[in-house]
């Protein structure tokens, strides 16, 4: 089974840092990754999907970036935060041509100041 | 309108007591259904898929009612433990793209 992991678990950035938010799977070959973001109170934006090494779809338009320089990897950036980027940002797996089930990693909560 | 919707709740139950809530979606196309758990602060976890007319795991039931668009969850004998979020999830492509709702909030009181 695979297992999804996160780092950093929490993170206070000032408004204008950069982002660099790591998720890394196991357990299993080219998965199907996405990046979500919970905000407080709501329920999952789904930000970025990918399919393979290279291949990032977006879903939202906004000031955050996603690479998967790995299959096994899958990494969210910005280059300038801004407060509304505060917020539980989620990465999730799924097996690639397998059920839809999508697993979820432990999460990381970001405050921006 | 919102693509899946909930009721935020929060519904408040006596322990050993049965609770249901729905979730409904606008795409009518969608295939695969899921609940979720979630705790406070933590991540969602899996509780339950939906494929067909419904699922049933222990105490949890999920019915799907295709006509009227909207999929349910029945916790019966409540516990303590219960108490959470409960998110559904619409598969909506076959990338395996979720839209989720917002939440129905759960709590089970002694």
């Known amino acids: 089974s695979q297992t999804i992991h996160q780092w950093p678990a929490t993170l206070v950035q000032p408004v204008g840092s950069p982002l660099s938010l790591e998720c890394t799977v196991e357990g299993t070959s080219n998965p199907n990754l996405y990046w979500y973001r919970q905000a407080a109170g709501r329920g999952l934006q789904l930000l970025f999907y990918s399919v393979g090494i290279g291949q990032i779809s977006s879903e939202v338009p906004q000031n955050l970036s996603a690479s998967r320089p790995q299959d096994r990897q899958f990494i969210l950036s910005s280059k300038k935060l801004l407060l509304s980027d505060s917020g539980f940002y989620l990465c999730a797996g799924r097996l690639a041509g397998g059920p839809y089930e999508q697993y979820f990693g432990p999460g990381t909560r970001l405050t921006v100041t | 309108r919102k693509e899946v919707e909930q009721d935020p709740g929060p519904f408040n139950v006596p322990e050993g007591a049965t609770v249901a809530f729905n979730c409904t979606y606008s795409n009518s196309a969608s295939q695969s259904f899921f609940w979720y758990r979630q705790d406070c602060r933590k991540e969602p976890k899996l509780l339950m898929s939906?494929?067909?007319s419904g699922n049933e795991d222990g105490r949890f039931t999920a019915q799907l009612n295709r006509a009227s668009q909207y999929i349910s969850l029945l916790i019966r004998d409540s516990k303590l433990s219960d108490s959470a979020t409960y998110l559904c999830?619409?598969?909506?492509?076959?990338?395996?793209?979720?839209?989720f709702g917002a939440g129905t909030q759960v709590v089970v009181t002694p």
């Open positions: 939906v494929y067909s």
């Open positions: 999830a619409v598969n909506t492509d076959s990338w395996g793209k979720f839209q």
